[in-house]
């Protein structure tokens, strides 16, 4: 099946400093989401974004299907940043079906 | 905007004991999902149901799961005898054909003591 590999595992910013997330799949999809876990365990959907780029506010994201990784970047990074961010890809060839999640990348926002 | 709800957000339960993990869909999804996290590590799939019964399943997903849609507009998880491997957060999640995107409940603590 497909594996899901986020990079880096842990990352601390200095309040107001921008940051780039990495994440890379072994095959080829046709779905690829972000996610954002606060420190009460809700996951937060950032990003639907298959192929091309996305922004909403300070958060963007990239997903080159072809090259087979995705980028969410997080710019003047603020303490409500913190929390682990994951991203998920389809294990199968159904977009309806499981997502397959990385093993998340922990931001921590020192003020 | 719509929202996938669960209930409870906490459940405490003894071991041996049977739970009920209870999930309001988005009203027009159809394409429904359970998934787990073991404190501290990666979302796990267990099971994902569409048209009234399982369409896919993970071998944590064994004998001791159960998923319903008793009415509705509740989706159901039931674990029959719970051990102390089953704490971990439980998420709901629910997608429409057209949106694709998966959306996830609040999830569910669970503790099995």
């Known amino acids: 099946g497909i594996q899901v590999e986020q990079s880096p595992p842990d990352l601390i910013l200095q309040e107001g400093a921008n940051s780039t997330l990495r994440c890379n799949f072994s095959d080829s999809v046709n779905n690829l989401q972000w996610f954002h876990q606060n420190p009460w365990g809700q996951l937060i959907n950032l990003f639907y974004?298959?192929?091309g780029t996305k922004q909403n506010g300070r958060l963007s994201a990239t997903t080159v299907a072809t090259e087979r990784y995705s980028l969410l970047y997080i710019s003047s990074s603020q303490t409500t940043d913190s929390g682990v961010y994951f991203c998920?890809?389809?294990?199968?060839?159904?977009?309806?079906?499981?997502?397959?999640f990385g093993q998340g990348t922990t931001l921590q926002v020192k003020p | 905007e719509p929202e996938v709800t669960q209930t409870p957000s906490h459940q405490v339960t003894q071991m041996g004991q049977e739970v009920i993990l209870r999930c309001v869909p988005i009203?027009?999804?159809?394409?429904f999902y359970w998934y787990r996290q073991i404190l501290g590590q990666k979302v796990e799939f267990l099971v994902s149901?569409?048209?009234?019964?399982?369409?896919?399943k993970s071998e944590i997903f064994d004998d001791q799961f159960s998923v319903e849609r008793p009415d509705g507009s509740n989706f159901t998880l039931k674990i029959r005898s719970t051990k102390l491997e089953d704490s971990a957060m439980y998420f709901c999640a629910s997608t429409s054909p057209e949106t694709v995107e998966q959306y996830f409940g609040p999830g569910t603590r669970l503790t099995v003591t």
């Open positions: 998920a890809a389809p294990g199968g060839s159904s977009n309806t079906g499981k997502l397959i």
């Open positions: 149901f569409y048209n009234n019964e399982i369409s896919e």
């Open positions: 974004i298959p192929s």
């Open positions: 009203s027009n999804h159809l394409y």
